[in-house]
């Protein structure tokens, strides 16, 4: 991994949790991306609750019924997200049908941003022109540090017809918030991220007002509940939707709705996970507004393959199930009990 700074702190590797469901023959695969902070969840606990969830040898006439049965369930977030994916994609497999094809998602592909990490204006300038020259043409900056203005200035006089996303986590007090959207709009960036604290919501409300710019919030939403009562207070403009928060695909369907419903914009993101969580969130490409799923470029060894971005653009992949597998010159590690 390179190393990967946000408002939040720096990541230099982490580790996910690959859930295997076998059915009848078929082995289907679901990550889990628990992150603390986001998610309430530890790998470990991740762990635990997979492996206490009982049930009979999965079949592939109940494979649907046991994923919807997950999906219902009490499992956190991350962990309910990769075992519902894993039923997914195994019966996928089993009938030759991509994830798209069994969530009843349109067929699409749409242009994802690349996260530049926080840092010094030189640092973010080099990165962004390692990206470029893969062909990313959508930026998106960490920001919520000592450099904000600077960088975006520079960023700026070095790709003027770019788009260019930030995002804050949360960093920004209100006051600070509004002179950076200020700037923000005078450097025409496409959209800001979770400007502010989570629960700072009428302050939120109250930017989203103000400023043209689309505010759209990340933490401050896991799960289609969260969605109504945010759209119900006029928060923001749009969300950013991720499998890891919100449970699976099926919850994060569910969220689409409610937000297409009442106009509000909608993005797709990503934890730090690999091909695999990354294609699974693929599968909603033709459903989106905006696309962030790019972590699978962060990583120096791909763990599943079958997955890629080239030039940036993310496609729903054609399947079957979530359309990657394990890459069998990296073994994955056993979990210890
Ligand atoms: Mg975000």
């Known amino acids: ?46 762990a635990t609750e997979i492996l206490k969830w009982q049930q009979k040898p999965a079949t592939a006439a109940r494979a649907l019924e046991d994923a919807e049965h997950v999906a219902g369930g009490h499992l956190r977030p991350a962990a309910r997200s990769a075992l519902v994916v894993a039923y997914l994609d195994a019966l996928g497999h089993r009938r030759g049908r991509s994830l798209r094809a069994l969530l009843n998602l349109p067929e ?71 002179q950076r959207l200020t700037l923000l709009e005078r450097l025409e960036v496409e959209l800001v991220e979770q400007p502010l604290p989570r629960d700072l919501l009428d302050e939120t409300a109250e930017l989203a007002r103000r400023f043209d710019i689309p505010v759209i919030v990340d933490e401050a939403l896991y799960d289609s509940g969260d969605a109504l009562s945010l759209i119900e207070r006029d928060v923001a403009d749009g969300a950013n939707i991720k499998l890891a928060k919100c449970g699976g695909p099926w919850e994060a369907r569910r969220i689409v709705k409610v937000l297409r419903d009442h106009g509000w914009r909608v993005m797709m993101g990503c934890n730090l996970e690999s091909g695999l969580g990354i294609a699974a969130a693929a599968a909603f490409a033709g459903a989106l507004d905006y696309a962030d799923l790019d972590a699978h470029v962060l990583l120096a060894d791909q763990p599943f393959v079958g997955f890629s971005t080239p030039g940036g653009v993310v496609e729903a992949p054609e399947g079957p199930g979530v359309g990657v597998r394990p890459n069998p010159t990296l073994l994955l590690e056993p979990l210890q009990r």
């Open 1 to 46: 991994l390179r190393p990967f700074v946000i408002a939040r702190g720096t990541t230099n590797e982490f580790a996910n949790l690959v859930v295997r469901v076998d059915l009848e023959g078929e082995a289907g695969y679901g990550e889990a991306a628990p992150s603390g902070k986001l998610t309430g969840e530890s790998l470990r606990e991740a």
């Open 108 to 178: 699409g592909r749409i242009e994802s941003s690349i996260t530049l990490s926080l840092g010094p204006t030189a640092a973010v300038l080099a990165e962004a022109a390692a990206r470029d020259a893969e062909g990313w043409r959508v930026f998106k900056v960490k920001l919520g540090g000592a450099y904000d203005e600077e960088v975006l200035r520079a960023l700026r006089d070095q790709y003027p017809d770019r788009r260019i996303r930030v995002d804050a986590n949360e960093a920004w007090t209100p006051d600070v918030a509004a």
